[in-house]
């Protein structure tokens, strides 16, 4: 069945706008595969000498564009290129590259001679301050960015903090690295969060970013292609959340009428990731069908003693896409 033949029985007519509005603004987004032919005015070099390169407008403007997609799903502000910050962002791409290995902080790695102390020193400041990770080649966008915002990749399991980072509402301008090494099987990127050591610019109010979000929400946003990597769901609070208790989540398909408890539920309060003060993270085992509409309730926080809850409706981003 196609979506288009059954979108004025499930969706109303605001949410079908919405629809319509996130599926143009994804049909913007390049589809392409990008690997060091295609993605660079200057490619990097690794020889005597590190060269750490410079991305294309092009592809520049189609990452700023991916990052803002996930933004405006969400309600948040688009986020700008902060000055040099695409450069500092691409030395410490390169860097990873160079070493082939990634660590916040390039901890624990050797510098190779190819780069210089202070271009490996730049790299260890600015990956503090970013999420990292390392790419397949070559790579689509989707998958450049989309795994930073699925988070299933994440080293540390169902930590979602380099999704609260691209979703962060403190957040305002960005530089954005990747570095390929020529033949390489993996590239390295690094988004940079220019402000994100700014304390003081976390609003002083309850904010709340859902993932998915309430309203409708992109059904290949909690899908995973790997069956041992499955997307974790989250709720970022910029206040701080006590319990009293056991923190439960449970989620209702209130078209089929079923409800479940989901699986591994952590509450953070420690790490801040986004500049958020607690991020619940859990999974879900419920179907997700298009045009059902979910509830999602969370128990146990003593900022909301009568549980706090929303309710969404997923899509599917590609017109035609199968119900």
Same mark, same amino acid.
């Given at each position: 069945?196609?979506?288009?033949?059954?979108?004025?029985?499930?969706?109303?007519?605001?949410?079908?706008?919405?629809?319509?509005?996130?599926?143009?603004?994804?049909?913007?987004?390049?589809?392409?595969?990008?690997?060091?032919?295609?993605?660079?005015?200057?490619?990097?070099?690794?020889?005597?000498?590190?060269?750490?390169?410079?991305?294309?407008?092009?592809?520049?403007?189609?990452?700023?564009?991916?990052?803002?997609?996930?933004?405006?799903?969400? !309600?948040?502000?688009?986020?700008?290129? !902060?000055?040099?910050?695409?450069?500092?962002?691409?030395?410490?791409?390169?860097?990873?590259?160079?070493?082939?290995?990634?660590?916040? !902080?390039?901890?624990?790695?050797?510098?190779?001679?190819?780069? /210089?102390?202070?271009?490996?020193?730049?790299?260890?400041?600015?990956?503090?301050? /970013?999420?990292?990770?390392?790419?397949?080649?070559?790579?689509?966008?989707?998958?450049?960015?989309?795994?930073?915002?699925?988070?299933?990749?994440?080293?540390?399991?169902?930590?979602?903090?380099?999704?609260?980072?691209?979703?962060?509402?403190?957040?305002?301008?960005?530089?954005?690295?990747?570095?390929?090494?020529?033949?390489?099987?993996?590239?390295?990127?690094?988004?940079?969060?220019?402000?994100?050591?700014?304390?003081?610019?976390?609003?002083?109010?309850?904010?709340?970013?859902?993932?998915?979000?309430?309203?409708?929400?992109?059904?290949?946003?909690?899908? /995973?292609?790997?069956?041992?990597?499955?997307?974790?769901?989250?709720?970022?609070?910029?206040?701080?959340?006590?319990?009293?208790?056991?923190?439960?989540?449970?989620?209702?398909?209130?078209?089929?009428?079923?409800?479940?408890?989901?699986?591994?539920?952590?509450?953070?309060?420690?790490?801040?990731?986004?500049?958020?003060?607690?991020?619940?993270?859990?999974?879900?085992?419920?179907?997700?069908?298009?045009?059902?509409?979910?509830?999602?309730?969370?128990?146990?926080?003593?900022?909301?003693?009568?549980?706090?809850?929303?309710?969404?409706?997923?899509?599917?981003?590609?017109?035609?896409?199968?119900?």
């Amino acid at each position: 069945m196609h979506i288009s033949s059954v979108s004025a029985a499930t969706y109303t007519s605001a949410e079908q706008r919405q629809i319509n509005k996130q599926r143009k603004m994804y049909q913007k987004i390049s589809q392409r595969e990008y690997d060091d032919h295609n993605s660079y005015a200057q490619r990097p070099s690794f020889k005597k000498h590190l060269v750490v390169g410079k991305l294309s407008n092009h592809y520049q403007t189609q990452l700023l564009a991916s990052l803002n997609f996930y933004r405006q799903i969400e !309600g948040l502000p688009t986020v700008y290129y !902060g000055f040099n910050a695409n450069q500092q962002a691409q030395t410490a791409a390169a860097d990873m590259a160079a070493a082939n290995n990634f660590q916040h !902080g390039l901890k624990g790695i050797t510098r190779p001679d190819v780069v /210089s102390q202070r271009q490996w020193q730049e790299g260890q400041q600015i990956t503090l301050n /970013s999420n990292i990770g390392e790419m397949n080649v070559p790579e689509r966008l989707d998958a450049t960015m989309g795994n930073y915002i699925r988070d299933n990749f994440n080293v540390e399991g169902n930590n979602t903090g380099h999704r609260a980072w691209l979703l962060s509402p403190i957040v305002h301008s960005v530089g954005i690295g990747v570095a390929h090494r020529p033949n390489a099987t993996f590239a390295y990127s690094d988004i940079y969060f220019t402000d994100q050591a700014q304390r003081a610019v976390t609003p002083n109010r309850a904010v709340v970013i859902n993932y998915p979000t309430t309203g409708v929400f992109p059904k290949e946003l909690l899908t /995973s292609d790997v069956k041992n990597r499955p997307v974790y769901w989250s709720s970022a609070f910029t206040m701080e959340q006590g319990t009293t208790g056991r923190v439960q989540v449970q989620v209702t398909d209130l078209t089929a009428k079923r409800t479940v408890n989901a699986a591994h539920v952590n509450l953070d309060h420690t790490n801040h990731f986004g500049q958020f003060a607690s991020i619940i993270t859990y999974r879900p085992s419920l179907k997700i069908v298009n045009g059902h509409q979910y509830r999602v309730r969370l128990t146990g926080l003593t900022q909301y003693p009568k549980g706090y809850q929303y309710e969404f409706k997923p899509f599917s981003l590609v017109r035609g896409a199968s119900h």
